[in-house]
């Protein structure tokens, strides 16, 4: 899909002076799956490492092919991970919201970027230095192991992502992702989207009109849309699309 360009097409603005890890930021980095596995020590000296940045809305953290110096993890708001092609369209490949990390199959291997990453709205992301995670990773086996595992999950869910796009129709995907967030046990639910419905058609790898015609077709499901509050008046009519 093809949007505007907004800073894409400048140079990335600075960023707001490096900060230190707050309480706030530390408690939604030890709730990650990469800091979870780490024992005390590894996970204070990842903790020690970790600097905290802000990024206005549609400002790039890094283009593709660029000298890769980090992996990030989100503190709030919302990141887009995404592709473009020689014409400039571009391909979503991710939407990280806090607690998502991403950039840490550096870690491993390679030394640019291979996507682009632009900040939905404002955000805060932890930094961490791939060349010190790697040379902790020597040190500490906590910090490798943690790296393997990450990099295994991102893997099962990458497959996962790959089948639904096979398997699923457009208003299926849909039908799925407002399951996800329906509350349990509820016959009827109304969810508000964290962020616009043209991020969440590139989540779902759909063009934007592709989404408005899913959310069309789930009217008989009983799903109606008043900007990003969505009403569904018979979850187990959705479970059946």
């Known amino acids: ?33 990469f800091m979870a596995s780490l024992g005390p020590t590894a996970l204070a000296q990842m903790l020690e490492i970790a600097t905290v940045t802000n990024y206005e809305a549609r400002d790039l953290l890094f283009r593709e092919g660029e000298h890769a110096e980090y992996f990030f993890c989100v503190l709030s708001g919302y990141v887009r991970l ?17 607690g998502d990390t991403f950039a840490e199959c550096l870690l491993a291997v390679g030394d640019t970027y291979r996507y682009n ?14 060349d ?3 040379a902790l990773a020597e040190q500490e086996k906590d910090v490798a192991k943690a790296i393997i595992q990450c990099l ?15 398997l ?3 208003p299926q995907r849909v039908a799925h ?12 639910a109304s969810i508000r989207l964290p962020f616009q419905k043209s ?23 009983g799903v109606t849309v008043r900007g990003r509050v969505i009403q569904i008046s018979d979850v187990s009519a959705l479970k059946q699309i």
């Open 82 to 98: 995404y592709r473009l092609n020689k014409d400039g369209r571009e391909a979503d490949i991710r939407v990280c919201g806090p």
């Open 152 to 166: 295994s999950n991102y893997l099962r869910s990458t497959m996962d992502i790959v089948a639904n796009d096979r």
């Open 1 to 33: 899909m093809k949007r505007g360009a907004g800073r894409q097409g400048g140079s990335r603005r600075n960023v707001n002076k490096i900060l230190k890890l707050n309480t706030r930021d530390r408690n939604i980095l030890l709730k990650t799956p």
């Open 199 to 221: 991020l969440l058609a590139g989540k779902l790898g759909l063009a934007p009109e592709a989404l408005s015609r899913a959310f069309s077709s789930l009217r008989r499901a």
């Open 177 to 188: 992702y407002l399951l996800d967030h329906c509350p349990q046990d509820s016959p009827s």
């Open 132 to 134: 010190k995670v790697r």
């Open 117 to 130: 990453t632009q900040a939905a709205e404002n955000v805060t992301v932890a930094r961490f230095e791939l």
């Open 168 to 170: 699923q129709t457009a």
